[in-house]
C-alpha cells in the first residue's frame, strides 16, 4: 500500500512540475486515462531511481552537500529528474510514453524543487490524515 501511495505522490508531483515549467511534460498520451496511466508510470520509475541510485549518489557526494550547506541536494535531486526522463526515453518503444525534461539548468532544478516541495505538502496531509483518531 506505501508503494502505491508513493507512486501516485511522485506521479501528482511530476504532473504538477510539468503543468508548472514548460520545458517538462510527456509524450505519447492522448486520452486523459493515458495521460493518468503514463504519470503513474513515470511515477513508479521516479520512486525506483529515488530507492536505488539516490542513496549511493547522495553518499558519494556528501563532502561536497556539507560544504555547499546542502544545497547540492537540490543538484542530486535535478539529477534524478534527469535520469528518470532519460530511462522513460529508453522505454518510451515498450510503453509508448515519453516524459521529457529539456534542460538540466533550469528545467530540471526548478523541477526537483517542485516536486520537493508538492512530495513535502502531500506526503504532510497524508500523514495528518492518517494519524487523525477514528471513530465508530
Not at 8 to 13: G, I, K, S, Y
Not at 39 to 50: D, I, P, Q, T
Not at 73 to 97: H, K, P, Q, Y
Not at 103 to 124: E, P, Q
Amino acid at each position: 500500500m506505501r508503494i502505491l501511495l508513493a507512486t501516485v505522490l511522485n506521479a501528482l508531483a511530476l504532473g504538477a512540475a510539468a503543468w508548472l515549467i514548460p520545458g517538462i511534460g510527456m509524450t505519447g498520451a492522448d486520452t486523459s486515462g493515458g495521460v493518468v496511466l503514463a504519470y503513474l508510470f513515470v511515477g513508479a520509475v521516479f520512486g525506483v531511481v529515488n530507492a536505488v541510485i539516490k542513496p549511493l549518489l547522495s553518499f558519494v557526494a556528501m563532502p561536497i552537500t556539507c560544504l555547499t550547506l546542502g544545497l547540492f541536494a537540490v543538484v542530486i535531486n535535478a539529477a534524478m529528474l534527469m535520469l528518470t526522463a532519460w530511462l522513460t526515453d529508453l522505454f518510451s518503444g515498450l510503453f509508448g510514453v515519453e516524459f521529457f525534461v529539456h534542460s538540466f539548468f533550469w528545467d530540471a532544478v526548478l523541477g526537483a524543487l517542485i516536486v520537493a516541495l508538492v512530495s513535502a505538502v502531500l506526503g504532510r496531509f497524508l500523514v495528518t490524515a492518517s494519524a487523525a483518531p477514528r471513530t465508530r
